[in-house]
């Protein structure tokens, strides 16, 4: 388990290759995205994180992608590395749209990009659900998160902007004292209707698990109270029908 960073020349031997070339790297492969990385600003990476991929430790694995610590110009940021087996076949639409989140203060800050590579903001924080299981923070705290969390999902409604995999906000939220991040925007699109707010309050206050560890922590509406402000505010996705919403979820 590597415990500091690497120079990036390292990439080139196993087992740090099957990570940059994740799931089965070729010679060629590894030597075209180790010069991605120098023309990106990469000077060395670290394995660490809560996920293990062949003894190695990373910060997230997904269907596109496994996110590594990253170091340029000595400052750490998150890279994403495409994985040769996923079925995008570049990391530069997403960054695009991470991008336009970024106009809005949502999401890590992208720093750069590449075809194979993404280089973020690094979120030190901690999955939502972990968070809530955490008996210490006050219910003030906890319904303030909420309604930051559903800010923020407003203003990507609002921007045109649909998240994707807000559903299952359990693993697409990260809190870093007392402030909450959306992450992970691979499945965002433009050409959608928006159900970034609905698709939030259903995962934090309706039949999840993380809800039933919220609702075991504050107070909450009625479900079909909850269900039928959502749908109010679907019709309009107004400012009004947002407030209205806050103001149904007793928030």
Not at 33 to 48: A, D, H, P, W, Y
Not at 68 to 79: H, P
Not at 188 to 216: C, D, F, H
Request: proline share 3%.
């Amino acid at each position: 388990m590597t415990q500091y960073f690497l120079p990036i020349r390292k990439l080139r031997e196993k087992p740090y290759s099957n990570i940059l070339c994740f799931p089965k790297p070729t010679k060629r492969q590894i030597d075209n995205r180790v010069n991605e990385l120098k023309r990106l600003g990469i000077t060395s990476v670290k394995f660490f994180g809560p996920v293990q991929i062949q003894g190695l430790d990373v910060l997230g694995k997904g269907y596109v992608g496994v996110v590594i610590l990253g170091k340029k110009q000595n400052k750490i940021f998150a890279l994403k590395i495409r994985r040769i087996d996923s079925q995008r076949n570049k990391l530069t639409d997403e960054a695009k749209l991470l991008k336009i989140a970024n106009k809005i203060g949502v999401g890590p800050q992208l720093i750069s990009s590449s075809k194979n590579f993404l280089v973020m903001e690094y979120i030190t924080g901690t999955k939502i659900i972990n968070w809530v299981k955490d008996e210490k923070f006050s219910s003030k705290t906890l319904r303030i998160i909420i309604k930051k969390i559903l800010f923020d999902c407003f203003r990507l409604d609002q921007l045109g902007l649909d998240h994707g995999e807000l559903s299952v906000l359990d693993k697409h939220v990260l809190v870093t004292n007392k402030k909450p991040t959306i992450i992970d925007f691979e499945s965002s699109s433009v050409n959608r209707k928006t159900s970034n707010v609905s698709s939030a309050v259903q995962a934090i206050l309706i039949g999840t698990g993380l809800s039933k560890i919220i609702r075991k922590k504050i107070t909450l509406p009625k479900k079909n109270i909850i269900i039928n402000s959502v749908r109010n505010y679907k019709k309009i996705k107004t400012e009004d029908s947002f407030n209205e919403l806050l103001l149904k979820l007793k928030l």
